[in-house]
């Protein structure tokens, strides 16, 4: 069982800056990807960012340049730094995490970018 809890959160202004961070319950080594979807309302869930267990990166061609994936393998963390935040953006942020042939999912964090 993986459980995982996303937190950062919030209203910005376009342009600005956003770190969400998601603490995993298990070792993120043992986890196979990890990564952070969206939904925005009235769409479907779509892949923001993923890295592997190798520490390999993707991102979805619209945040590419202006996300970035990282984690911090001690503490059990990922995180998604997000800047050059569009109103396109906005949406609800999951952490994912892809561990023994099982998708798991946060709660889920609020992103609302304001023109």
């Known amino acids: 069982q993986v459980q995982l809890v996303e937190s950062g959160g919030g209203l910005v202004q376009a342009g600005g800056s956003l770190r969400l961070s998601c603490a995993c319950s298990?070792?993120?080594?043992?986890?196979?990807?990890m990564g952070w979807y969206r939904q925005a309302p009235g769409k479907q869930r779509e892949l923001v960012a993923r890295?592997?267990?190798?520490?390999?990166?993707n991102y979805a061609d619209s945040v590419k340049g202006r996300f970035t994936i990282s984690r911090d393998t001690a503490k059990n963390m990922v995180y998604l730094q997000m800047n050059s935040l569009k109103p396109e953006d906005t949406a609800v942020y999951y952490c994912?995490?892809?561990?023994?042939?099982?998708?798991?999912w946060g709660q889920g964090t609020q992103v609302v970018v304001t023109a």
């Open positions: 298990r070792s993120i080594g043992d986890i196979n990807a």
């Open positions: 994912s995490a892809h561990y023994n042939v099982e998708e798991h």
């Open positions: 890295i592997t267990h190798a520490g390999s990166t």
